[in-house]
């Protein structure tokens, strides 16, 4: 093993023992440091966490958190798992695949949602931790009744997740925006829909004149969000030919 913790080829940290068997009881966990920095990224982006700052955030030194954790990387994957931690699976799943689906998908913008960093740092890399293993597992409970090939149910896992995190990107920048602007939404969104009426009143986009005649106010992206994953469950039953019904 080389320096400050480090080995000589890739690890992955959860097959790293947290604990040595003998030795005295380690000084800090890997719970404490995960909370330490999502703390730093919840209030400051992901860019501010560094093994700095979270070393001071736990009271100990730089060079002493790399025995810890590794590497940077490893910190990642350490701040997603204790995030998946927080899905309150149920017992056991309902029968009704795509209401335990949609309920998972809620769960999983609302998190992302409470950990603006999260569809950053959403990737296979960090897929397969503790509690990313116990969701998965319930999922495929959940979805263990369809009559379709295990791969195909990762499939649709995969597609939820993706759909999930390029929505609340979305609606994170545009948060972001408007957090930024120096008008309030409301100036925003007046100047812009001034600006399409203009346009649409030209008569050289009838068609999208047509879509956004009768058309008022912001969008519900509560309801947006909803439509699209009864949308994505009922294209995967309708590919399945009914087996996935």
């Known amino acids: 093993m080389a320096a400050s913790g480090r080995t000589a080829g890739p690890e992955v940290i959860w097959a790293r023992p947290e604990r040595a068997g003998r030795g005295p009881r380690p000084a ?17 982006g992901i860019d501010a966490v560094s093994m700095r700052r979270v070393a001071a955030a736990i009271g100990c030194g730089t060079m002493s958190l790399y025995n810890y954790v590794p590497r940077k990387e490893d910190l990642y994957e350490l ?37 603006p ?22 999922v495929l409970w959940v979805l263990e009744g369809l009559d379709v090939e295990d791969g195909a149910k990762m499939e649709l896992l995969a597609m939820v997740t993706a759909v999930v995190t390029s929505f ?24 812009r829909s001034a600006y399409l009426a203009r ?36 294209g995967f039953a309708a590919e399945s030919g009914g087996r996935g019904a």
């Not at 959403?122 to 503790?130: A, E, H, L, N």
Request: proline share 7%; net charge negative.
């Open 168 to 191: 609340v990107g979305s609606e994170l920048t545009a948060a972001e925006r408007h957090r930024t602007s120096p008008h309030s939404p409301e100036q925003e969104r007046a100047a």
């Open 28 to 44: 800090h966990t890997r719970a404490e440091i995960a909370a330490a920095a999502m703390s730093i990224a919840d209030a400051e």
């Open 199 to 234: 346009e649409l009143a030209s008569g050289r986009y009838p068609r999208m004149a047509r879509t956004f005649e009768g058309a008022s106010g912001p969008a519900d992206q509560d309801a947006i969000f909803e439509r699209a994953m009864r949308r994505l469950f009922a």
């Open 117 to 138: 960093w999260m569809p950053g740092l959403m990737s296979p890399v960090y897929g397969f931790s503790p509690n990313a293993l116990r969701y998965f597992e319930y």
């Open 79 to 115: 701040m997603v798992d204790a995030a998946a931690a927080e899905y309150e699976l149920p017992e056991r799943p309902s029968g009704d695949w795509q209401a335990d689906l949609l309920g998972l998908a809620r769960q999983s913008r609302a998190m992302m949602h409470r950990h």
